[in-house]
T-cell receptor
Framework: AQKITQTQPGMFVQEKEAVTLDCTYD???????LFWYKQPSSGEMIFLIY??????QNATEGRYSLNFQKARKSANLVISASQLGDSAMYFC???????????????FGKGTKLTVNP | KAGVTQTPRYLIKTRGQQVTLSCSPI?????VSWYQQTPGQGLQFLFE???????NKGNFPGRFSGRQFSNSRSEMNVSTLELGDSALYLC??????????????FGPGTRLTVL
């Protein structure tokens, strides 16, 4: 079974600075996918970025980038130029295949609460 | 394109009652998954439906059940509510379950409080 570990319960960053949120994973699969989601206080999970295990380059989406180190089994999220609106919970997740028929689920870490200070 | 919608957004029930939550996926999406989020256990997979069939279920008691209709809308039901069922219930839809980058699109959730 897949396992996601996020060791930072909370992080603080000054507005306009960059911040890295840590994520390590454990899997025996050769092919896998890693996701980062943002969850504001409203509750909705917002997809941020995806990294496939065979992707040669680190994923980037605007101010979000993923520092993927396969040998270390880490997939850290980097947010550049933090904004006040970035204050939220951030979850790292891994796709786990449940059956050959395509059923799957996301396995989530415990999350990191990011606070952006003005 | 409208996103995933969940109703109701907030719900207060008492122990022993039952509750039904509804989820309407993004138009064209056929896979619907449900997750429970609590402060103690985090986000846990409840079940996944595809083409009106439950394909998988997480480690939850039989009090938790669900179904999917022909239009892909899904409902989940919790019977004989317990205090520990208080949680945010999130629904997620996917266009096609399976594949290297199967992004799941989440709804805003239903916050259930059991008194």
């Amino acid at each position: 079974a897949q396992k996601i570990t996020q060791t930072q319960p909370g992080m603080f960053v000054q507005e306009k600075e960059a911040v890295t949120l840590d994520c390590t994973y454990d899997t025996s699969d050769q092919s896998y996918g890693l996701f980062w989601y943002k969850q504001p206080s409203s509750g909705e999970m917002i997809f941020l970025i995806y990294q496939g295990s065979y992707d040669e380059q680190n994923a980037t989406e605007g101010r979000y980038s993923l520092n993927f180190q396969k040998a270390r089994k880490s997939a850290n999220l980097v947010i550049s130029a933090s904004q006040l609106g970035d204050s939220a919970m951030y979850f790292c997740a891994m796709r786990e295949i449940l059956t050959q028929g395509g059923s799957e689920k996301l396995v989530f870490g415990k999350g990191t609460k990011l606070t952006v200070n003005p | 394109k409208a996103g995933v919608t969940q109703t109701p957004r907030y719900l207060i029930k008492t122990r022993g009652q039952q509750v039904t939550l509804s989820c309407s996926p993004i138009s064209g999406h056929r896979s619907v998954s449900w997750y429970q989020q609590t402060p103690g256990q985090g986000l846990q997979f409840l079940f996944e439906y595809f083409s009106e069939t439950q394909r998988n279920k997480g480690n939850f008691p039989g009090r938790f059940s669900g179904r999917q209709f022909s239009n892909s809308r899904s409902e989940m039901n919790v019977s004989t509510l317990e205090l520990g069922d208080s949680a945010l219930y999130l629904c997620a839809s996917s266009p096609v379950a399976g594949g290297p980058k199967t992004e799941q699109f989440f709804g805003p959730g239903t916050r259930l409080t059991v008194l």
